[in-house]
């Protein structure tokens, strides 16, 4: 499982998790002793499997190395893993024997700032400003954890929607990397002549990479779905234009008329069959299950639109610290340290997403990988939230209204159907987003 | 105790009389006090299971039933909207397409697997080299977990580089779309329905047929009976009775299938083969509305209460002719 199919997965689990929480909370709140965060001179620290099979030892040994200050709580680790995460944050925070800091799905801290649990990281960034951790974090991320009410959490790794191309089969078709929309229809055309698709994705069961392709060309054009109200305002020229766009590309041929129902896997075996030239998905698409192939995958360029506005879409994974901790301040100074510490989860490959901080995606060991550190100089600056073009701090609503929702899978699977009009199929999401939002 | 006495307490025994001594006749007490004594103590013994029951089932249905009352979403509970959600449910043109491919799946998933698997049962009565290695292989389907089988439909038809579009290719169909193309991608699921679901219908009339006394197939053959004669006026009169069990059972089965539907497509595409249970999901765990969810699958519940019922019904006509 690559942390980027899987982002937006974990969203939806977590409002899931989230949401057996809150029913719990009343309950099993009156049931505890407290004691949460770690009670006493220790504190949780709750963190996913990101990467392999060595992410979570690694990652274990820099947090129990954490040495306190005197009066402040030591740290004790828990890896968590991703099957019933949810449930398992939900009922450990409703009943205050949750951990006091912790990562999780990438939109959880957003929901359990919206049901009080959360311990905002302003102080903690004020704090990181003195010692330039703050201005280590790349462009954009921080803004992306901020709310009304502050900031629910830090950015901790990113996954990202870019595109990709097999090298040898650009090679073949005679073209390169394509820069803007005409470049990449011409591209996807030269491919057709060898038999390839070039806009591969997939939009079947389990799979949300279809419906964030979409959004990110639609943000690519300087549309998106929300405005500045954080109100769905899909049906703007920019996602007419953009959506007509694809229309074209599908029904030109370009798409694989069976992408609306593939899975992760199914697309994986398509970039393995090598029917797939050009596609789009996250950025652990070579270590998927894609054979001989991973090594002639190529970052694309992102692409500039009709009006030459550039953009895409990303999601900010995150670490957030809980109301429920033996001490806030001891939640911040472990979080201090941990990010002063973490780089070797990069660094040693242990297969976490994108780094949040310049000093890691400078060192020596990272800049091995020539896809990551492009996606890192040409993709991270230009990428957004689902917020766009409103903002671009995430919000509450942004989980149970396109995150995967089924409007917005339907919207996909009409579109790549291509037996729809763009401005009745971006109507029909319009109303049932707002359906949803009553 | 002796032969004479045994012989004895035989006969007191026939006359209700017990080995103890004569004690109180059978019509001394009324039958119906012993019957409410009995019942009392039977209904004491089962008290702690029907507390369980009560805990485990009648709770959440309430809770449920309640929660469909409400507009509330999976963090909150919501205000008060009497019957709006149902009556909102059943306007939705999404409702009724669901509606409709929930009954083209059961009826497919009911008739189709009854079918395959009354064929196999016969078959499989015939004197087979290997019969019963044949009867673990043809079990493999239903015992398989439906994550597992899923996934193997899924690499045998998603791609066109999967085996089934190849074959097709091969055979002059050209490209064909298995799970993009809406009315194959219902096909398929129907058919991967009755795949997963013969087994299950051929123990059942395996078991039915078991039953069957061969010499009234002997006493028919005499008669002249033709083979057709001999299943349509023999076997499946005899074997009726457990057909309708087993169809109450796999309309169950059927309406409340979720993985079968879901692991293979989602629902998708656009759509097609989101059956209403597929929707209520879609609507409690996608969409976070819960009210019109739970309103969905109450609805569910109570046409799969009446056709039961009216099945049953059938039952008893059978247990009755």
């Known amino acids: 499982m690559t942390s980027q199919s899987t982002g937006a997965a974990f969203t939806r689990r977590s409002f899931i998790g989230v949401a057996g929480g809150a029913a719990a909370t009343a309950l099993l709140a009156a049931c505890s002793t407290g004691g949460g965060g770690g009670g006493g001179d220790t504190m949780k620290f709750w963190n996913m499997p990101w990467g392999g099979t060595e992410f979570n030892p ?105 595109s990709w191309y097999n090298k040898s089969l650009m090679e073949q078709a005679g073209v390169e990397s394509p820069k ?81 129902t593939y899975t992760s896997a199914n697309v994986e075996s398509q970039w393995k069959a090598k029917k797939f030239g050009f596609g789009w998905d996250g950025a652990g698409l070579p270590a998927g299950a894609v054979g001989d192939v991973a090594g002639d995958l190529v970052v694309g360029d992102p692409l500039t639109g009709p009006s030459g506005t550039k953009g895409g879409l990303y999601f900010p994974n995150n670490i957030m610290m809980y109301k429920n901790t033996p001490s806030q301040k001891g939640s911040e100074a472990f979080l201090t340290y941990y990010y002063k510490n ?53 919000f509450y609503n942004i989980a149970n209204t396109v995150d995967g929702t089924a409007p917005m899978l339907d919207f996909t699977q009409s579109i790549l159907g291509g037996k729809v009009d763009a401005k009745g199929a971006l109507t029909k999401l319009q109303t049932s987003i707002e359906g949803l939002m009553k | 105790m002796s032969t004479e006495s045994v012989a004895g307490a035989l006969k007191k025994a026939r006359r209700g009389v017990g080995v103890a001594g004569p004690g109180r006749s059978p019509g001394a007490r009324p039958a119906k006090k012993r019957k409410n004594s009995h019942a009392r103590v039977l209904l004491l013994f089962a008290l702690p299971s029907l507390i369980l029951l009560v805990l485990l089932n009648l709770y959440p249905v309430i809770y449920a039933g309640l929660q469909s009352l409400r507009n509330g979403d999976l963090i909150s509970a919501g205000d008060f909207v009497g019957f709006s959600n149902y009556i ?7 409702f009724w397409h669901s509606a409709w491919f929930t009954l083209v799946f059961t009826v497919t998933g009911v008739f189709g697997s009854w079918a395959v698997g009354l064929g196999l049962a016969l078959f499989l009565r015939t004197r087979i080299p290997a019969n019963g290695l044949f009867k673990v292989l043809l079990l493999l389907p239903w015992v398989v977990p439906v994550v597992v089988s899923a996934t193997s439909w899924n690499w045998l038809v998603a791609t066109p580089q999967s085996p089934l579009p190849i074959l097709f290719d091969a055979l002059g169909f050209g490209n064909v779309l298995f799970l ?38 002997e006493a028919s053959k005499v008669d002249g009976a033709s083979s057709w004669q001999t299943f349509t006026q023999i076997t499946l009169p005899i074997i009726s009775r457990s057909t309708y069990i087993s169809w109450i059972l796999m309309t169950i089965f059927c309406v409340n ?4 539907i879901f692991l293979l497509t989602g629902g998708g595409p656009v759509n097609a083969t989101r059956s209403l249970v597929v929707l209520a999901y879609s609507t409690v765990f996608q969409n976070f509305q819960t009210g019109p969810g739970v309103a969905i699958a109450f609805i569910m519940t109570l046409v799969l209460v009446v056709i039961a019922t009216m099945l049953y019904r059938q039952i008893r006509k059978v247990n009755i002719e």
């Open chain 2, 180 to 217: 993009a193309d809406p009315v194959l991608a219902q096909v398929t699921v129907c058919v991967f329905k009755v795949w997963v679901s013969f087994p299950f219908m051929m123990m059942m009339m395996s078991s039915a047929l078991a039953s069957v006394d061969i010499n009234v197939y």
């Open chain 1, 342 to 394: 973490m780089a070797p989860l990069w660094t040693k490959n242990t297969g976490i997403g994108l780094p949040p901080l310049k000093s890691i995606a400078d060192t020596s060991e990272f800049k091995a990988d020539v896809n990551k550190v492009k996606i890192l100089a040409d993709w991270q600056p230009i990428l957004k939230t689902w917020a766009a073009p409103g903002g671009s701090g995430l």
């Open chain 1, 180 to 260: 803007s929309w005409d470049e990449y229809m011409n591209v996807c055309a030269a491919l057709k002549k060898i038999g390839v698709y070039g806009f591969g994705l997939g939009s079947g069961a389990g799979s949300f990479t279809g419906s964030h392709i979409l959004a990110a060309f639609m943000i690519n054009n300087g549309g998106g779905l929300f405005n500045a109200d954080k109100k769905p305002d899909c049906v703007t020229p920019e996602n007419i234009q953009a959506m007509e766009f694809i229309l074209e590309i599908v029904k030109a041929g370009y798409s694989d008329p069976a992408a609306a």
């Open chain 2, 257 to 260: 299938d979720f993985p079968t």
């Open chain 1, 58 to 162: 690694l990652d274990k040994k820099i947090t129990l190395a954490y040495e306190p200050k005197s009066g402040l709580p030591s740290a004790k680790y828990q890896a968590i893993q991703w099957a019933n995460f949810t449930q398992t944050f939900s009922s450990a925070v409703a009943s205050n024997t949750g951990p006091a800091v912790s990562s999780g799905g990438g939109t959880q801290a957003f929901q359990f700032a919206n049901q009080g649990k959360i311990a905002y990281a302003d102080d903690l960034l004020d704090s990181w400003k003195k010692d330039g951790i703050y201005d280590d974090f790349l462009p954009g991320l921080i803004d992306a954890m901020k709310t009304d009410e502050g900031y629910a959490a830090v950015p901790y790794n990113l996954d990202v929607r870019i």
């Open chain 2, 88 to 94: 909102n449910v059943v306007q939705t043109p999404e």
